[in-house]
């Protein structure tokens, strides 16, 4: 297995442009998760579903942010307006039943 | 609120020694914790999974320990290596799942 994809590795944007991440979890995993990780704030979790089913967004920081999971191999994290402050690592995280997470590799978002 | 703290937030040790690494948490009704280790420029990778059930797991050279009642994990590393240099973090599954800090370990040739 691939294991969990993202994609882009790397985006730069400008502020107010609308940015689009993207994950493909581990193929059979029930949950998805969503992390932003910053130098400040160190890694917080935005959101998950199960079985393609958002179940806590209550980390998701504005209206600004959007989640969704159409299906069960993709999901995408979308911000619009993008902010500078926006700019951090952004992880998808996948798990099978039970705790134990798999990690992707990471989008690196710098928001100008 | 949970709290995840690690001390130290840097550690750097000769090649060889065995180490501690420490997460303290701040409300003990906690599901499950999880260390992971973070190279840099790259996702997060599980070491060990401990629930709440269980005092500790042990994977190799590492152990790790839960004492629920005191909010304390400890990963021990024994007969570190070079390889071992990256960022550790704890995870607390409560209410939330909660991420400590990190510590980040560098083992010294």
């Known amino acids: 297995d691939a294991g969990v994809i993202q994609s882009p590795r790397h985006e730069v944007t400008e502020m107010g442009q609308e940015v689009t991440l993207r994950c493909k979890p581990i193929s059979g995993h029930n949950s998805l998760f969503w992390y932003r990780q910053t130098m400040m704030r160190g890694l917080e979790l935005l959101i998950y579903f199960n079985n393609n089913v958002p179940i806590d967004d209550s980390g998701m920081p504005e209206d600004r942010f959007s989640a969704k999971m159409p299906n069960a191999s993709f999901s995408t994290l979308k911000i619009q307006p993008s902010e500078p402050r926006d700019s951090a690592v952004y992880f998808c995280?996948?798990?099978?039943?039970?705790?134990?997470?798999?990690f992707g590799p990471g989008t690196r978002l710098t928001v100008l | 609120k949970q709290e995840v703290t690690q001390i130290p937030a840097a550690l750097s040790v000769p090649e060889g020694e065995n180490l501690v690494l420490n997460c303290s948490f701040t409300?003990?009704?906690?599901?499950?914790l999880q260390w992971f280790r973070q190279d840099p420029g790259k996702g997060l990778t599980s070491l060990l999974l401990?629930?709440?059930?269980?005092r500790e797991q042990t994977s190799g050279r590492l152990n790790a320990s839960l004492d629920k009642s005191s909010g304390r994990s400890t990963l021990y590393i024994a007969a570190s290596q070079p390889g071992d240099s990256a960022t550790y973090l704890c995870a607390v599954y409560g209410e939330k799942l909660t991420f400590g800090t990190g510590t980040r370990l560098t083992i010294i040739p």
């Open positions: 995280a996948s798990t099978p039943t039970g705790p134990q997470q798999f």
């Open positions: 401990i629930q709440s059930s269980q």
């Open positions: 409300d003990s009704a906690i599901y499950n």
